[in-house]
């Protein structure tokens, strides 16, 4: 059975960083992915990391946002740099093993980006 639990969150300034990690209790080879949901909004896609080491990211964080594999760790990381209001969000860590369905989610860790 594989776990993903999110640690790294907490209140920052605007511009300021935070760096995230979802410790990986198990093994995940396949697409490792960053989500977050701001309140009273759906939960969307951040970043997405594959086995071969692509990355992809939501349009407004390109460029600030790195998402990326510690391996050890065993953790999948994101780190945030340049952060606005709009980052706040809880985020989610998401692993989806090659060849399966379904995947698996972490709980989240709150960030909040605020003066």
């Known amino acids: 059975q594989v776990q993903l639990v999110e640690s790294g969150g907490g209140l920052v300034q605007p511009g300021g960083s935070l760096r995230l990690s979802c410790a990986i209790r198990g093994s995940i080879v396949g697409i490792m992915q960053w989500y977050r949901q701001a309140p009273g909004k759906e939960r969307e896609f951040v970043a997405t990391l594959t086995p071969d080491d692509n990355t992809n990211y939501l349009y407004s964080v390109e460029g600030r946002f790195t998402i990326f594999r510690d391996g050890a760790k065993n953790s999948l990381e994101l780190q945030m740099n340049n952060l606005n209001v709009e980052d706040t969000a809880v985020y989610y860590c998401?692993?989806?093993?090659?060849?399966?369905?379904?995947?698996?989610w972490g709980r989240g860790t709150q960030v909040t980006v605020s003066s």
């Open positions: 998401y692993g989806l093993p090659s060849g399966a369905l379904e995947g698996y």
